[in-house]
Each structure stands twice: as C-alpha cells, then as structure tokens.
C-alpha cells in the first residue's frame, strides 16, 4: 500500500514539474532573458537562403544567423516555422526573432522590429523558355503565382488592384514555382536570388528570368523581432560586427560565389 502512495506521489511530482517548465517556455514573455535558447522562426522553403537538406535548415540566412548569433554571444534555435505562422509567432512571442529572406517595408513595421538591412533584392518574373512576357505589363490577363503574403504578391496587386483572381496565392514559393512547372499558371513573381537560382540549377526545366525595375523596387532583408524586443540592439551590434570583419563576406560567396555590395547595405 505505501509503494503504491510512494509511486502515486513520485506521477504526481513529475507531472507537476513538466508542466511548469513548458509554460514558462511557452509564455513567450522570456525574450532575452539570460541563458534561454532564442526561437528564430524561418520558411525552409526559399532557397538559397533556407531550405531543408538531409532533414537540416541550410542555406545564406541559417549561415549568417549562425554567424551573428555567436558574436552576439546568444544561444538559439532555427525552428521551421513555415512562411504565415512565422509573422502569427513573432507577434504571439512564440519566437524571438525571424529570418527569412524577410523584406523589411513600412507595413511590416507597424507589427514587427527589424535589424538593420543585411541583403538587397528585388522582385523578378520566372516563365518558361519562350514565353510572350518579358515585363510586368505583360502579365496583365495572366494567370500569375506568388507565395501567400510577400512582397511580390504586394507588387501584383499594386499593379493589378487587389483580389485580382489571376494572382494565385501558394503558402510556400515551391508550390508556386511547381505551379508554373504545372501549367497552372504563366508566371511566377518572387524574389530575384530564388528565381535566378532556380533557372540556373535546373536547366532541364528550361525556364527564363524576366527583369523589370520600373515596375518593381530595389528591398532589403532584416531579421525580425516582435515589437520592442530587446535583442534587437544586441543581434544589430553583432550584425555590424560580422560585416565589418569579413565573415558576412565569407558567407556571401560561399552560397553566391561573388563578393557581396556592402556599400548597399549601408543606407
Ligand atoms: N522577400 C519577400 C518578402 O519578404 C519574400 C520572402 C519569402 N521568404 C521565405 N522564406 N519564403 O515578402
């Protein structure tokens, strides 16, 4: 009978115990606090700058995170969060901080914080070899894809006006290329790295990048942070860090085999 109370008690204190520490880590309300793992949510989704290989989160962004993070001296996790539910975990605090190939922009900022700018991009047009678009006005009557929430889609609809029925929304960016591969739809917009690689590293799909900088504008990546969040200032220090010493440089060419613009980071 005492073995079984004994037993009892010993359920009872570690049942207690798991639950206490998961609603501590689940309260959201650690950012930053000493020797706590920071969540940095991404859409491993977006190659080069994450993707998932052999199970792993790879890519410029998991590299460069990896980099800033040791110089900022803060232990962390890149969680895949997935593109949407990421922005939904920045603003709940479920994660601490967001890369993503994440465009920094003025509607952003009323919800999020972001680091200073550690890439430039732009939005391009992925077709198939052949095809009669060669610039955004071309696209008019088009049936186009974008990934749900991004800026390519904010340019279409800028455009085209919003809840045009041509611009089909996908939830990653390789359900919208596969869309193009498809027949679904004409066009693919997204950001010019993704699609140039894309091109580049499957000649077999025989697909064309179409360039258009009237209609499109020069953006820049940030990592995010929920509003007020005081690793901001730390990740930026160690950010600038990381630039000025050559390792953000090392990083960029060994996913874009070139020497990066830093001049066009410093504006
Ligand atoms: N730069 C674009 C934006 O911020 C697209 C980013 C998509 N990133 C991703 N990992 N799927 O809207």
């Known amino acids: 009978m005492k073995k079984v109370i004994l ?10 115990t798991a639950c206490g520490s998961q609603s501590t880590s689940g309260s959201g309300s650690g950012d930053g606090s000493k020797g ?15 993707y998932l290989k ?52 003025d509607k952003r900022k009323e ?20 095809s009669s678009i060669k610039s955004v006005d071309d696209l008019k009557g088009k049936k186009v894809s974008v990934q749900n929430g991004t800026t390519g889609q904010d340019a279409l609809e800028k455009k085209f006006g919003k809840g045009d029925a041509n611009v ?13 591969l498809n027949g679904e739809v004409d066009a693919v917009v997204a950001d010019n ?23 499109f504008e020069s953006e820049y990546y940030g990592i995010a942070f929920p509003k007020g969040s005081e690793n901001k200032k730390k990740i930026d220090k160690a950010l600038k860090t ?9 990083v960029y060419k060994k996913w874009f085999k070139v020497e990066p613009n830093l001049d066009a980071l410093k504006k």
């Open 7 to 16: 037993f009892l008690l010993l359920v009872s204190v570690l049942a207690l």
């Open 36 to 50: 706590k793992k920071l969540v940095v949510g991404t859409d491993a989704a977006y190659a080069p700058f994450e």
């Open 54 to 105: 052999d199970g792993k989160i790879v890519g410029f962004d998991a590299d460069l995170l990896k980099a800033v993070m040791k110089e900022a001296k803060l232990e962390y996790e890149l969680k895949n969060t997935g593109w949407e539910p990421l922005f939904a975990s920045l603003k709940s605090e479920q994660v601490q901080a967001g890369i993503s190939a994440i465009t920094i922009n």
């Open 111 to 130: 919800t999020y914080d972001f680091s200073s700018p550690y890439f430039e991009s732009i939005n391009k047009i992925l077709v198939k070899e052949g």
């Open 168 to 180: 089909k929304k996908y939830e990653t960016n390789v359900l919208a290329i596969q869309a193009l």
């Open 193 to 215: 790295t993704v699609v140039d690689e894309y091109a580049k590293n499957n000649p077999d799909k025989k697909m064309t990048v179409v360039d258009d900088k009237t209609n």
């Open 242 to 250: 990381v630039i000025d010493n050559g390792t953000y440089s090392k």
